[in-house]
Structure formats: structure tokens, C-alpha cells
T-cell receptor
């Protein structure tokens, strides 16, 4: 099964600054998708951004961008111009196209935005 | 909007009881998932279903079983609850992540069921 690693249990960032949340993955599959989810204190899981393994351009969604480095098997999330509402848990996840098509998550990073 | 509904937000059960956690989705998704979430461990996959009556074990299936008799409903069963099964349980559904990425295959989550086993 694929494995996702998030090495930063907690991160702090100043409001209006950019922050990078790290994610590395391990799989032998060639066709897969990478995802980031946000979980605020309310507990809901919010889908943020997606990157396909064959996509040549990095995905962007508003203030979120995914820095995809396939050779390094990394899929870091970059949040630009941090806001207080960005304080939350962030999970990186991966889904392979073939085999079971299931999705695995990392342990998460808790981001705190300071005013 | 996709809606994934989990039957109970909070449950308190006693050791040895049989526990049913129900999950219903309204978007005709093929795939449904059960995860448990614990601090520092992220979301761990318990079971996954890719079709009616089809299931696959995830990373931590021990002590759990599942049932998918209808496409919209995926149930998680704890045959004999134990204190180490105290956790937040998250159900999710999705389309299949397909070749050529016809869709992103993101998961849609329910609100979660917080189970306490005494």
C-alpha cells in the first residue's frame, strides 16, 4: 500500500506570510493522485487541492498551490498570504488509479497562524 | 451538493457491546470508506468498498467488519467493542479515481462519529 509522510506535527506562521507544509509519498504505481485536505477545529474535512501524477504543471487553487516534485516523491502544500482562518490541521493524501483505488492519509500538520 | 450522513455524532458504549456505525451518501458514488482518526496518527483506513457487497481491508481492520448491501449505505460494525476502539470514525464516499483523470476522485466526508467505549 502507498505510504504518506508528513514530518511536521506543528507549524507556526505569521499572518500574511507564506507557509509550506511538507508531504512525501511512496508508491510503486505510476498513475496516482495527490490531495490536500484541511480540518478546522469544527472537524469537517475540506478538500483543498489535487494533483495528478501525469500533470506537468503544479496545481493551484486560489491561495493554495501544490509543489509537485515527482522524482523526489514530494507534494508540498504552499499557502500564500496566510490568514487567521487558515489555522487548522492539514492532511496530505494519495490515491492510486489501479489496484484498490483506495486513499491513504498522512499523520497531518497542525498549522497555527499568528496575528 | 454531495451529502454524506453518519447516523450518530456521539456514542457511548460499554466494553463487549456490539456497535453499528451507519453511513449514507446521496451521490451514487461507487466507493465508500471508513477511517478512524486519532491524534498524531492521522486518518487510518479501516475498510473500503468499491461496489455493493464488495469490500477490501485497509490498514487496521482487526476488530471491525463492514456491510454494503446497498450502494448508498456502508456500515461499520464493532462486534465486541473494546476501550482501544475509542476514537473518531469518519465515513467518506467518492467516484473512482479513473485513468485519464476524468474526475479528481476526491473523497467527500461525513461529519464523523465520536465513539467512547467505557
Amino acid at each position: 500500500a502507498q505510504k504518506i509522510t508528513q514530518t511536521q506535527p506543528g507549524m507556526f506562521v505569521q499572518e500574511k506570510e507564506a507557509v509550506t507544509l511538507d508531504c512525501t509519498y511512496d508508491t510503486s504505481d505510476q498513475s496516482y493522485g495527490l490531495f490536500w485536505y484541511k480540518q478546522p477545529s469544527s472537524g469537517e474535512m475540506i478538500f483543498l487541492i489535487y494533483q495528478g501524477s501525469y500533470d506537468e504543471q503544479n496545481a493551484t487553487e486560489g491561495r493554495y498551490s501544490l509543489n509537485f516534485q515527482k522524482a523526489r516523491k514530494s507534494a508540498n502544500l504552499v499557502i500564500s498570504a496566510s490568514q487567521l482562518g487558515d489555522s487548522a490541521m492539514y492532511f496530505c493524501a494519495m490515491r492510486v488509479v489501479y489496484n484498490n483505488n483506495d486513499m491513504r492519509f498522512g499523520a497531518g500538520t497542525r498549522l497555527t497562524v499568528k496575528p | 451538493d454531495v451529502k454524506v450522513t453518519q447516523s450518530s455524532r456521539y456514542l457511548v458504549k460499554r466494553t463487549g457491546e456490539k456497535v453499528f456505525l451507519e453511513c449514507v451518501q446521496d451521490m451514487d458514488h461507487e466507493n465508500m470508506f471508513w477511517y478512524r482518526q486519532d491524534p498524531g496518527l492521522g486518518l487510518r483506513l479501516i475498510y473500503f468498498s468499491y461496489d455493493v457487497k464488495m469490500k477490501e481491508k485497509g490498514d487496521i481492520p482487526e476488530g471491525y467488519s463492514v456491510s454494503r448491501e446497498k450502494k448508498e449505505r456502508f456500515s461499520l460494525i464493532l462486534e465486541s467493542a473494546s476501550t482501544n476502539q475509542t476514537s473518531m470514525y469518519l465515513c467518506a464516499s467518492s467516484l473512482r479515481l479513473a485513468e485519464h483523470y476524468r474526475n479528481t476522485g476526491e473523497l467527500f466526508f461525513g461529519e464523523g462519529s465520536r465513539l467512547t467505549v467505557l
